[in-house]
């Protein structure tokens, strides 16, 4: 991650330093300490060397690295959360590339605001030889057309693009701008990171609060940290609010307590971090480790996830993954659901709590949805096929004239009721299985029972054909 950051920063910061900002009116780089200046934007790295973090992408030899250190960065995607560093690093590769840094919020710019730039790109290139990087923040709120409009633009040259969004770009962009960019994903800043940025604001009398001469506890700088959830620029608005609260130079847990407030978890209900999480859910119980169950599941319910949502996928496990290895706990997470829409949070919390440890406990057996799956195909490639006669209903003497239900036998009048002979499926299927009894919790006992009547019908197959 990069020192001071944005998810992108909407509201026209002033350029890095080299850069130029031709968002509306050109400002001036900002020199010296100004208050004005919020302090995760006054600690935004100025140059690649001040860059923290994101080794994946930004250690030494890394390809993206090599690429801004040798001026040739391509055109990119910067995907990640908020606070990780996509504004910083768009400015850093500018300000590298000696470019000029044009930036566009696609919440407020549209086509038109994009021609501009593009007009002015070329204006300077023919001017004075300078390239321009026009970076577009949430660039995923962009329809296809706004989308389209960078395409010719991207492909000659004119521009140098980087767009930043924290949603998934698979499904947030077209095909068309995608297949012109390189995606690159940052992680949410660390806790040693997040935490060695703030030590550095706190000691920082250029750019920082070093002039202040403020001090704080390493315990409580780890504590920010964390409680960040990976979002630089959150933690050092902390520090700043607490900072105008400090007394006699100490800040105290009180104005820490007082300015961090609830804890806001990583969580979008359309987002990567809503299906991401679920997915962990779903998974820590088919896994049957309860633990991790109830980690995320808590997670989701104090991140604001609909109870009822969740009600509703716990249900689904109880038949996906635990099927028939315990069949009467499909009951029991629908009542839990139930409770839920009856009782309202958090009272109802212990309900799911109690439904999910249980479900992530319980045997599991994927065999129903296995044969669900194995029926659907059959029926793909064999299509409508028809109905065995003697299993075809025969209300009519004409029916019974033309054999319907000839030769059936009933399984209640067999001495066992059982008739072993007799099959079921249509003619081209016969000796299919689609259902294969698994072997844990209650269906073990199925499976012995399956496997002895079909042994019994195989041994004696065709007998009640003629009968």
């Not at 969740?310 to 028939?324: K, N, P, Q, S």
């Not at 139930?338 to 406990?361: C, F, K, M, N, Y």
């Not at 009547?453 to 041994?459: F, G, Q, V, Y």
Request: hydrophobic letters at 40%; charged letters at 25%.
């Amino acid at each position: 991650m990069t020192a001071a950051t944005g998810s992108g920063d909407l509201f026209g910061d002033p350029p890095a330093a080299g850069a130029e900002e031709v968002s509306g009116a050109e400002a001036p780089a900002a020199t010296g300490l100004d208050d004005s200046v919020p302090l995760a934007e006054r600690m935004r790295p100025r140059q690649l060397g001040e860059v923290l973090g994101q080794d994946h992408l930004l250690a030494p030899g890394a390809a993206l690295r090599r690429a801004i250190e040798g001026g040739q960065p391509p055109s990119m995607i910067l995907w990640g959360p908020p606070g990780c560093g996509k504004t910083t690093l768009a400015r850093v590769v500018a300000d590298t590339g000696a470019l000029a840094f044009a930036t566009l919020s696609a919440v407020l710019a549209g086509v038109k605001d994009v021609r501009a730039v593009v007009e002015q790109a070329r204006a300077r290139r023919a001017a004075r030889g300078q390239g321009t990087l026009l970076f577009i923040d949430e660039i995923h709120r962009f329809n296809k057309a706004q989308q389209d409009a960078l395409l010719p633009h991207i492909e000659d040259g004119t521009i140098r693009f980087i767009g930043a969004t924290t949603e998934n770009p698979s499904f947030a962009l077209n095909n068309a701008l995608l297949s012109r960019l390189r995606v690159y994903r940052l992680q949410p800043v660390t806790v040693p990171v997040i935490g060695a940025l703030l030590r550095q604001a706190l000691t920082d009398a250029e750019r920082g609060l070093g002039h202040k001469g403020l001090h704080l506890d390493d315990e409580w700088i780890d504590r920010l940290a964390a409680a960040a959830d990976g979002d630089a620029r959150r933690a050092l608005n902390w520090l700043e609010t607490a900072a105008d609260l400090a007394e006699g130079g100490e800040i105290t847990p009180e104005a820490l307590r007082a300015v961090m407030g609830a804890q806001a978890l990583q969580f979008d209900r359309q987002g990567d971090a809503f299906y991401d999480q679920i997915s962990a859910l779903h998974k820590s119980v088919r896994g049957s480790d309860p633990d991790a169950a109830v980690y995320w599941l808590v997670r989701m319910l104090d991140s604001g996830c609909d109870p009822g949502y969740l009600g509703r996928r716990l249900l689904r496990m109880a038949y996906e993954d635990i099927g028939l290895a315990a069949v009467g706990l499909a009951g029991r997470v629908l009542a839990a659901w139930e409770t839920v829409e009856r009782l309202g949070r958090p009272e109802a919390d212990l309900a799911l709590v109690q439904a999910v440890i249980e479900l992530a406990s319980a045997p599991k057996s994927n065999s129903a949805y296995v044969a669900l799956g194995q029926a659907r195909r059959a029926l793909a490639e064999t299509g409508s096929l028809s109905v065995p006669l003697h299993l075809r209903n025969a209300p009519t003497a004409l029916m019974r004239e033309e054999g319907f239900g000839k030769g059936y036998r009933y399984d209640h009048d067999e001495p066992d009721g059982f008739s072993r002979g007799q099959t079921y499926l249509p003619e081209d299927l016969l000796g299919q299985r689609f259902y294969r009894a698994g072997r844990a919790g209650t269906e073990r006992v199925l499976a012995e029972r399956l496997e002895s009547l079909r042994k019994d019908r195989e041994d004696d197959n065709g007998a009640g054909e003629d009968g």
